[in-house]
């Protein structure tokens, strides 16, 4: 049973990021096209940049759950630009609200999917 529910919740989660690489992809030539014309690296940030600027507010937003109260420690916190999502799981279901309003309320969030869920008691 414990077997079959986390092959759910991979699955879900690995939709979640496929479905997000794909929104990320679909969008990158409007905006290379709306660029100066030279080339993609001369229109910001480096892709190393990129990754940096997600990982800092994937930091800020699990230390924000944290003092929402929320039990970060089965959460992952995936970022695309200022879109975040919220995956994998939380011990009830109060805490699932609360990490979607503690992350749409972190400075440079634009939104939020929260694909979080509860993990039942006893079942480590």
Do not use: F, Y
Not at 46 to 52: A, F, G, H, P
Not at 62 to 75: R, Y
């Amino acid at each position: 049973m414990n077997a079959i529910r986390t092959l759910k919740v991979a699955s879900g989660v690995l939709i979640v990021v496929t479905s997000i690489n794909a929104w990320s992809q679909s969008s990158e030539p409007a905006a290379t096209s709306m660029g100066s014309g030279t080339s993609a690296t001369s229109q910001g940030m480096s892709k190393s940049d990129v990754r940096k600027a997600n990982r800092a507010l994937s930091k800020k937003v699990l230390h924000a759950l944290s003092k929402g109260g929320v039990d970060t420690a089965g959460v992952s916190v995936i970022v695309k630009g200022s879109a975040i999502t919220l995956a994998g799981h939380v011990p009830d279901a109060s805490q699932v609200e609360k990490a979607g309003t503690a992350a749409k309320n972190v400075s440079g969030v634009t939104s939020v999917k929260n694909a979080l869920t509860i993990k039942e008691a006893g079942g480590h």
